[in-house]
């Protein structure tokens, strides 16, 4: 499986950005997804995951309210639209999938991760 993350970018505080992972496999809809992100100097960090259909989303407390996580698969895709977005949110962001867990919260053991996509929101 091969997950590409892209989307990011500058974004002036109280802006939006959607992000969006792309993967490479068949059985896509057998995944759950999430995204995380690591801001420098910090560890990376649970931003929001969502269930094999979508049937189900959790959100950190720092991005609930403000993210949305989607899945469409049929285009093997997942979404992470991020509005009202604070210059904390800067970070890069990466998506992952797991076909056992679906992250709440912490670092859990994802089975595939994608390279991460620059966002940066500026005060």
């Known amino acids: 499986v091969q997950l590409q993350a892209s989307g990011g970018g500058l974004v002036q505080a109280g802006g939006s950005l959607r992000l969006s992972c792309a993967a490479s496999?068949?059985?896509?809809?057998?995944?759950?997804v999430a995204w995380f992100r690591q801001a420098p100097g910090k560890e990376r960090e649970f931003v929001a995951s969502?269930?094999?259909?979508?049937?189900?989303?959790y959100y950190a407390d720092s991005t609930k309210g403000r993210f949305t996580i989607s899945r469409d698969n049929t285009k093997n895709m997942v979404y992470l639209q991020m509005n009202s977005l604070r210059p904390e949110d800067t970070a890069v962001y990466y998506c992952?999938?797991?076909?056992?867990?679906?992250?709440?919260?912490?670092?859990?053991?994802?089975?595939?991760w994608g390279e991460g996509t620059q966002v940066t929101v500026s005060s």
């Open positions: 992952a999938a797991d076909s056992v867990t679906i992250p709440k919260r912490g670092l859990p053991h994802m089975d595939y």
């Open positions: 496999v068949r059985t896509f809809s057998t995944y759950a």
């Open positions: 969502i269930s094999w259909r979508g049937g189900s989303t």
